[in-house]
């Protein structure tokens, strides 16, 4: 039921990205890691105002780069060597936010400032890890729909309940896609909710939940699989 070809996929990862990202924000100085474009708009925002902010926000931007150049060669190329599968990604990408949750959880970032050693480290596992997803949506994964930006997906949305009144004859289709599409916004705003409610009461090991849903995702993949990317 959760091969990763399956539709439920994205819709877990998506709950996974938003939670995380939201565990960002409430945590590490209002920085997104999983919808990068956010990390941008908010750099624009504190440049003149939070300079200190501002740099962690440049920081994200530099590894995230870094990290997406360097996980899209691995990745691409150990997928046509046969060496890795997504059962193995989807197993990093679970220790990465765990090394997230553990470095945030047993340090204080708020207390250290956004350009700390502890803020800096947990920032970077977070972004090394959704890059990472990015990456796999993108080679491994691209028959499904994106799960760390939504645009699209509430674009998509929004036609396939135009196209379902205006094309009755392709109305099993358009029902399908609006199903789908409105699960994963769905998944995609309940981990943000319960990442919100749980941070008042967990602060970073919250991230508990996440890293679960990864490693789950991971260990129910074939162990054996020809990949394409």
Not at 99 to 126: C, E, I, N, R, W
Request: glycine share 6%; with cysteine; net charge positive.
């Amino acid at each position: 039921m959760l091969h990763h070809s399956r539709p439920i996929v994205p819709v877990l990862l998506a709950f996974c990205a938003c939670f995380i990202d939201v565990v960002c924000i409430l945590g590490l100085f209002h920085t997104f890691t999983a919808f990068i474009t956010g990390t941008l708009v908010v750099l624009c925002t504190e440049m003149f105002h939070q300079a200190e902010n501002a740099a962690l926000k440049v920081f994200v931007l530099a590894v995230f780069f870094a990290s997406t150049l360097f996980w899209f060669a691995s990745v691409t190329r150990l997928v046509q060597k046969n060496r890795i599968t997504v059962r193995h990604l989807f197993a990093l990408e679970a220790i990465l936010v765990a090394a997230f949750m553990l470095v945030a959880g047993l340090g204080d970032p708020a207390a250290g400032g956004a350009l700390s050693a502890v803020t800096l480290t947990a920032v970077s596992f977070s972004t090394v890890a959704m890059s990472l997803q990015n990456v796999i949506m993108l080679t491994l994964l691209n028959r499904h729909v994106p799960t760390t930006v939504m645009t699209g997906n509430t674009l998509k949305l929004v036609l396939g309940i135009a196209d379902y009144f205006t094309h009755p004859e392709t109305r099993p289709g358009s029902r399908t896609l609006i199903r789908h599409q409105a699960l994963v916004l769905s998944a995609f705003a309940a981990g943000g909710l319960l990442a919100s409610f749980l941070m008042t009461m967990l602060g970073f090991w919250a991230l508990a939940i996440p890293v679960a849903l990864l490693m789950l995702l991971a260990v129910v993949q074939p162990v054996h699989e020809l990949q394409t990317a």
